[in-house]
């Protein structure tokens, strides 16, 4: 497994093969890292710090692990080998992210868990800032990521060539993976979207577990169960999403009356519209209804129908709903417990 530079001078073996029996003094070890010391220290103090830590002596034997190959020495690392090999590739290549299918998800787990855990910034910032662009922290790049749910075909994916295909759609991965990743890795900016996304799930389905983003296996993938802090936060969020959609179709429609230029009938016309369009709303939402997708599209509807609404009271019927759902946006944070996506964005993105 890459990557092994001839030159290199100190070696990395994940706990899978840290402890096995003794190999041929000709052979490499079945997998293991050979790199240089001072390009990993300069990235991480804890990188460092660990290389100056002493090495047992071989032993080869199942209590002691291996201290020197072909004059390198050898630090066992606890990790997994292939988040381990692409973290080694990452800071001596730079990182990629992509959003392609479900791999490039996990490829982004395993990178963000140990630059987290090996305190590199420069790629953690970059993990989280692509977290960010799906699990976004402002409702544009909510809209842009539900735009590209919406058209994005869905994708077969099988870890097994033998076993029959699932077919995933747009972002891939469940937001229970993407909570998990986020918890243990300290990343709140991506909570409350991943939150609100899950709040669409019934429970029932949750604790089944038997969703097909959930079934996928690979050595990076968070755990698939809600944790149960989260479960609190899920009803927390389930219920402000509720909350929305009823103060949207009984408040922000049901109680509008005519703008003050309104010239449909003295306003009239106008405000028996809005009535009518809220009791429209009220009968055509489900327990899974998206409250900002669903208030946008009554927003469209409104603006092209010059027939029943008069210019005046569309536009500014666009501007109220504009601004309640950035209103609701602002609050999702409070909904589970978090600070505002401002002071987030500060912390961790800058």
């Known amino acids: 497994m890459q990557p092994w530079f001839e030159d290199g001078n100190i070696i990395l073996v994940p706990q899978e093969e840290a402890r096995s029996s003794e190999p041929s003094k000709s052979e490499k070890p079945p997998v293991g890292f050979r790199v240089h010391r001072g390009v990993l220290s300069r990235h991480s103090e804890v990188l460092r710090d660990m290389f100056e830590l002493p090495q047992p002596d071989a032993m080869y034997d199942n209590d002691s692990e291996v ?15 292939i988040e381990l090999s692409n973290l080694v590739k990452a800071l001596y290549d730079g990182v990629t992210f992509h959003n392609r299918s479900v791999d490039d998800f996990f490829y982004l787990a395993g990178i963000l868990r140990l630059s987290t855990k090996y305190f590199i910034t420069h790629l953690r910032t970059q993990a989280v800032k692509h977290l960010t662009q799906t699990w976004s922290y402002d409702l544009k790049g909510h809209d842009t990521m539900l735009d590209l749910a919406i058209r994005t075909p869905q994708l077969s994916y099988s870890p097994d060539p033998d076993a029959p295909s699932n077919k995933l759609s747009y972002p891939y991965i469940h937001p229970i993976h993407v909570l998990n990743l986020a918890r243990s890795t300290n990343v709140r900016i991506v909570v409350p979207s991943a939150l609100y996304f899950l709040s669409l799930y019934p429970l029932a389905d949750l604790i089944r577990a038997d969703h097909p983003k959930l079934q996928i296996t690979h050595p990076s993938k968070p755990s698939s169960s809600l944790q149960p802090s989260d479960l609190v936060n899920y009803t927390l969020m389930f219920q402000k ?48 209804t998206g409250p900002f997708n669903f208030i946008g599209q009554a927003m469209t509807q409104v603006s092209q129908d010059t027939e029943n609404f008069c210019a005046a009271c569309r536009e500014n019927f666009a501007l109220d709903v504009g601004a309640y759902r950035e ?8 909904a589970c417990g978090l600070p505002a996506w401002k002071v987030m964005k500060e912390e961790e993105l800058s």
């Not at 020197?68 to 690392?77: A, F, K, L």
């Not at 009938?265 to 489900?286: D, P």
């Not at 209103?327 to 409070?334: C, I």
């Open 327 to 334: 209103k609701f946006w602002d609050e999702l944070p409070a």
């Open 67 to 81: 201290s020197r190959y072909e004059g390198c020495q050898v630090i066992v690392m606890y990790d997994i080998p």
């Open 241 to 288: 999403r509720i909350d929305g959609i009823l103060e949207f179709i009984n408040t922000v429609v049901g109680q509008r009356t005519s703008s003050p230029g309104c010239t449909n009938g003295s306003g009239r016309i106008c405000m028996r519209s809005f009535q009518r369009l809220s009791t429209r709303l009220a009968t055509s939402w489900v327990v899974r």
